[in-house]
DNA sequence: CTAATAGTGTCTCTGAGACACTATCTA
DNA sequence: TAGATAGTGTCTCAGAGACACTATTAG
């Protein structure tokens, strides 16, 4: 077969939201180039092992991997895109619930820290890039699919889940119109919870009826 | 850097409607594995070049390369896809219409050679798992865009255009309710020009209004 | 005038969006 | 009882889908 120089790597773009923001994980770079900018986390892909696994490889380092949902976006191949030698990357997005973000990633001072989407710092390769494809991916799922539950915990108020439509796909729904819409999908059942230690009336929680990812058109 | 052994590949999906079918492009192999079965054509992507340019490398043998659609799919990288070695495949799309066809692919000896998507021979590695992923992503692309005319002749009926969404998503739809919603949706504009050398009343002739592909819910 | 396809309008029903007040809890 | 958020119904308008006949051409 033919020679090539080409490494194969995987970025990992993981969402969640974090004070009612939509936020997503970034790495400090040590070493050049780029060195102490932020970056996508990302590693080589192994011999043996198919992308897929790769990019869970390396979410396991950020996150206690219960309950993550892990699509494959799109594969970057400028041969510009690492000005040390060739590098192909199949870019990943991940979404995570709070609850399951392991400690190290909620120090201010940490190498591995989230930041919101909305002030991000300058970022290292194409990874701005990445990161704009990943956003525009994610609002297209909110609104044609249930993954919305990858990013709550598993049992929410209505409340919650309309923030979460609401944060991501920047924009304003009618309590009575998006609860109305909601019930009608199908999607989510109520459970006899309610809320506690809250200073208003407690509302009710719900969860999702199906873990599948399913097509709905919910916006 | 780390050492690997990955080879990287670009497989393109040729698609286009040809007797009122919607039909891929396939080759025959002439080596092992898989000799002699059918195969999407794929190459090697070289180490100068990304990997949108490697698939349009491969899209010029076969094709008239004018006014070719071509978006990138998915990453297919399970180790053991090629049995010679680790190969990991840029899967793209590509549709071009009839009359950007090379003649060498009309041929019903040809060992490249346009297939009805719903009468398939058997495919080599995992390339009915890329063109299944091909078809899902073309339904989609057809309900949400305007990509049908890269598939069309750049003068068309508006039977033709019905015709096309028929075949491709695979269902039958009003004459009257399909007029009336491509009307409303202004992607298309009348010439002045009609059909000639027909044996019935001739139909008006009509254009893409935007070259740009754009999201325009269609169906 | 026959065969073949082009081309056109109306009605019904469903879903989207605008809109404001009452209920329930804690402190 | 004040403060805070939960929770609920109606009306209007636009778009989707069902449905059948006339128009225009070639031969």
Redesign the interface.
């Known amino acids: 077969?033919?020679k090539?120089?080409?490494?194969?790597t995987v970025d990992n773009v993981i969402f969640s939201i974090i004070k009612d923001k939509l936020q997503v994980l970034l790495i400090k770079r040590l070493i050049d180039p780029y060195k102490n900018q932020r970056a996508i986390p990302w590693w080589?892909?192994y011999?043996?092992?198919?992308?897929?696994t790769a990019a869970y490889r390396e979410l396991e380092e950020e996150t206690n991997v219960k309950n993550v949902y892990l699509e494959?976006l799109?594969?970057f191949?400028?041969?510009k895109r690492d000005p040390?030698?060739?590098v192909?990357s199949?870019a990943y997005m991940a979404l995570i619930s709070r609850e399951n973000i392991l400690i190290k990633a909620w120090s201010d001072a940490a190498e591995v820290k989230f930041f919101p989407v909305k002030s991000l710092p300058k970022l290292a390769f194409d990874h701005k890039k990445i990161l704009d494809y990943a956003i525009q991916r994610l609002k297209w799922k909110m609104e044609y699919t249930n993954v919305a539950q990858y990013i709550l915990p598993s049992k929410f108020t209505l409340s919650q889940l309309q923030n979460v439509y609401e944060t991501i796909l920047n924009q304003k729904f009618d309590v009575r119109n998006f609860r109305k819409k909601i019930d009608k999908l199908w999607i989510v059942k109520e459970t006899w919870e309610k809320e506690i230690w809250v200073q208003n009336r407690p509302a009710k929680l719900y969860q999702f009826r199906s873990k599948k990812v399913e097509i709905v058109e919910i916006i």
């Not at 090539?4 to 194969?8: A, G, Y």
């Not at 011999?47 to 897929?52: A, L, R």
Request: proline share 4%.
């Open positions: 077969m033919i090539q120089k080409i490494l194969v080589f892909v011999d043996n092992e198919d992308c897929q494959q799109y594969t191949s400028d041969p040390r030698g060739r192909v199949i």
